[in-house]
C-alpha cells in the first residue's frame, strides 16, 4: 500500500540531497514532497492519522529513516528548534491540508495552494516569502485574484 508512496519520497529525498545549498535542498524537497502529497491525497489521510498509525510507521524502518531525512532537509534552512518545529508543521500541515475534507480543488490548483502555504510557513524568519511567477500567472489566470501588488509582488484579493 505504501510501497508507491516510499518510492517517491525517496526518489525527492535523493533529488534534494544531490544539491548544493541548503536553500535549494529545502525547495526541492518542499516542492517534491507535494507532489507526493497531492498524488496520493487518500492515503495522506490516513498517514496523517492517529497515534497508532503514526506508532506502526515509526517501526518501519525505511520509513523512519526518510522520515528522518527530509526532516533534516527541511529544518537546514533554519538551525536549531526553529527550524526543526517548521519542518514538522509543514511535513504534516501539508499531509493534513491535502486530505482534509472534500477540497472542490484540482491537483493543480491544490497544489498552487500547498505550495504558496509550504513557502510561506517554512520560509526562515529572514526571509520574505514570494511567490513564484508561474504560480502567479495560475492563479491570475482561474481569476482568484484580480491583480499584482506591484508593490509587495504579491496577488491581491478582489
Known amino acids: 500500500m505504501v510501497g508507491p508512496l516510499i518510492g517517491q519520497v525517496s526518489g525527492t529525498i535523493e533529488a534534494a540531497e544531490a ?5 535549494a535542498r529545502a525547495e526541492r524537497m518542499l516542492v517534491g514532497f507535494i507532489g507526493v502529497v497531492v498524488q ?3 492515503l495522506m489521510s490516513l498517514l496523517a492519522g492517529g497515534p497508532g498509525v503514526i506508532d506502526m510507521l ?3 524502518r525505511e520509513l523512519s529513516g526518510l522520515v528522518n531525512r527530509q526532516m533534516a532537509l527541511l529544518a537546514a534552512v533554519e538551525p536549531g528548534p526553529g527550524g526543526t518545529i517548521r519542518a514538522v508543521v509543514v511535513s504534516r500541515g501539508l499531509s493534513g491540508a491535502a486530505s482534509a475534507g472534500p477540497l472542490d480543488l484540482d491537483d493543480n490548483a491544490l497544489r498552487i495552494h500547498l ?3 509550504g513557502r510561506h510557513t517554512h520560509a526562515a524568519p529572514h526571509t520574505r516569502c514570494r511567490p513564484t ?3 502567479l500567472r495560475s492563479a491570475i489566470a482561474s ?3 484580480s491583480r499584482l501588488d506591484a508593490g509587495r509582488g504579491r496577488p491581491a484579493r478582489r
Open 143 to 145: 481569476n482568484r485574484w
Open 19 to 23: 544539491l548544493r545549498d541548503r536553500h
Open 133 to 135: 511567477r508561474r504560480s
Open 58 to 60: 515509526r517501526g518501519h
Open 40 to 42: 496520493h491525497r487518500s
Open 115 to 117: 505550495t504558496e502555504v
